[in-house]
């Protein structure tokens, strides 16, 4: 299967503290996104970084891709509480199909 | 900000029956998904569409679930023979050619 999956399952830190989820896949991908999902709700898409690339930045947000480990991160910056959600890692290896992982459940607290 | 929309937000089946779920795409868009998400657990990828076609579809899309675009505007799921295990979270999700999927609030779908 080439879902990614990231780790870890759950993380707790403080108002200001620095978030780091990390998602990993088994097969080669053309793409990879972070997605945002607040309780109940839909997913929010953060960041789409692609094959070849390295790093993507957006404000507080920044992503990696490692194609020979087979693995990205996702660095959110100075956290608020309003950050308190589950991030999600999705790959494809065209536009058609995407694998999503089970999430890191962020909890931030004020 | 242009909104993936869908409809109803929750709806409520008899088993065996039959469930159209709705979704209005953002309309320069071109590709057009269904996922699922039962509940705890990861969202699935059920299929892709594009060009009045299915692009790509998985295991769990199996004859009981069709996908049509009737108009120029409405993406619809449908479920034929609900069973208890297709209660979940379904998402559409719609996309301009080679970027990120905008996602629709969800309908969620409890089957009795």
């Known amino acids: 299967s080439q879902q990614g999956e990231e780790d870890p399952q759950a993380l707790s830190i403080q108002e200001g503290e620095n978030a780091t989820m990390n998602c990993s896949y088994k097969?080669?991908?053309?793409?990879l996104q972070w997605y945002r999902q607040n309780s109940g709700r839909g997913l929010v898409h953060l960041i789409l970084?692609?094959?070849?690339?390295r790093e993507k930045h957006s404000g507080r947000l920044r992503v990696t891709l490692d194609t020979s480990k087979k693995s990205s991160s996702l660095l959110i910056t100075a956290s608020r509480a309003a950050d308190t959600a589950s991030y999600f890692c999705?790959?494809?290896?065209?536009?058609?199909?995407?694998?999503f992982g089970s999430g890191t459940k962020l909890n931030v607290k004020p | 900000e242009p909104e993936v929309t869908q409809t109803p937000s929750h709806q409520v089946t008899q088993m065996g029956q039959e469930v159209i779920l709705r979704c209005v795409p953002i309309?320069?868009?071109?590709?057009f998904y269904w996922y699922r998400q039962i509940l705890g657990q990861k969202v699935e990828f059920l299929v892709s569409?594009?060009?009045?076609?299915?692009?790509?579809k998985s295991e769990i899309f199996d004859d009981q679930f069709s996908v049509e675009r009737p108009d120029g505007s409405n993406f619809t799921l449908k479920i034929r023979s609900t069973k208890l295990e297709d209660s979940a979270m379904y998402f559409c999700?719609?996309?301009?050619?080679?970027?990120?999927?905008?996602f629709g609030d969800g309908t969620r779908l409890s089957i009795l």
């Open positions: 999700a719609s996309s301009s050619d080679l970027e990120p999927q905008h």
């Open positions: 097969t080669s991908i053309n793409n």
């Open positions: 970084i692609r094959s070849n690339e």
């Open positions: 999705a790959t494809g290896i065209n536009f058609n199909k995407f694998y």
């Open positions: 309309s320069n868009h071109l590709y």
């Open positions: 569409f594009y060009n009045n076609e299915i692009s790509e």
